[in-house]
């Protein structure tokens, strides 16, 4: 269902205000390097400094710019489930194809809890639902057997990974079976995820270099794995300077050097340090995605 490279876009500002115009040329973008999915409105996309009004429209501009050409995987996560369930109706009302839902946070939920969030909104929902755990941003780690509960409710089909973890990945893959899909949720660990048999990855580093995450996935899954582990060390460098600070800092900043973006994050999130933006031009220049040093 859920494969291959899928893009956790950003969500470009200017002025203070959601760029439009930007945020559709990152979209074409994207589809014309051959990217099998976008996530607007994710972590990466700031969803937690959006408005409601902001997200939604997110999400609106995503589905209308893409045109049904790939899946739209909606990021509708809250640590509320209430607000999760409304951010996923809006998401099925405009025609997403699916929702990835970041496990609450702060409020730190027992395993129960977080199955129980999970079951309301993809009992009150009919759409492909994707939990997200992230154990280092949210404080709470969804365990496997918990997820392999998860699998069993017919929508819920799949789990972008992030706990770091290529065991407890493993162990997912294995309680949950073929027809549940493991996505990595970390850029530099997508290459041993497929090797665990995970399908892709929802990545930060297709923001900026999507043909080659699409290579890496597509040769491993055609047996070359030669070609793929190229690509994994070719854009291992890139992946560490993407996260030199907290994402989408260095990302936003590493478009702003390709002249698609303006490098604008929300408060609490400010500018890249001036040490770590020389240290992003570096892996930009030797990557070869940019031909100068703007500032």
Do not use: W
Request: hydrophobic share 40%.
């Amino acid at each position: 269902m859920f494969r291959g490279a899928i893009v956790a876009i950003v969500t470009p500002f200017k002025e203070g205000k959601i760029d439009e115009a930007a945020l559709r040329e990152l979209i074409e973008f994207q589809i014309v390097n051959g990217t099998q999915g976008i996530v607007p409105c994710g972590t990466t996309g700031e969803s937690s400094t959006l408005s409601y009004e902001e997200h939604d429209r997110v999400i609106e501009i995503t589905i209308e710019t893409v045109k049904k050409r790939v899946p739209v995987i909606a990021g509708t996560g809250s640590n509320s489930t209430e607000e999760a369930l409304r951010l996923t109706m809006h998401a099925y009302k405009a025609g997403a194809d699916g929702a990835l839902l970041v496990c609450p946070y702060y409020n730190r939920p027992t395993q129960e809890g977080l199955y129980q969030h999970y079951k309301t909104i993809a009992e009150k929902v009919p759409l492909p639902i994707i939990p997200y755990n992230i154990p280092g941003r949210t404080g709470v780690n969804l365990l496997p057997e918990t997820v392999a509960r998860l699998s069993k409710i017919d929508n819920i089909v799949g789990i972008k990974e992030a706990s770091g973890s290529l065991t407890q990945m493993g162990e997912v893959i294995n309680l949950c079976g073929d027809d549940f899909y493991l996505l990595s949720g970390d850029d530099i660990i997508t290459l041993p995820v497929l090797a665990l048999g995970g399908r892709g990855v929802i990545s930060v580093v297709s923001n900026v270099a999507p043909a080659d995450v699409v290579a890496m996935i597509d040769t491993f899954e055609a047996g070359d794995l030669r070609r793929a582990r190229e690509l994994h060390y070719k854009l291992a460098p890139l992946v560490g300077a993407l996260f030199l600070e907290t994402s989408p800092v260095p990302v936003k900043a590493a478009l702003a050097m390709m002249g698609k973006i303006e490098a604008d994050v929300r408060l609490p999130l400010c500018k890249i340090s001036d040490a770590n933006y020389e240290k992003l031009n570096k892996a930009m220049l030797d990557y070869g995605l940019i031909s100068g040093k703007p500032r």
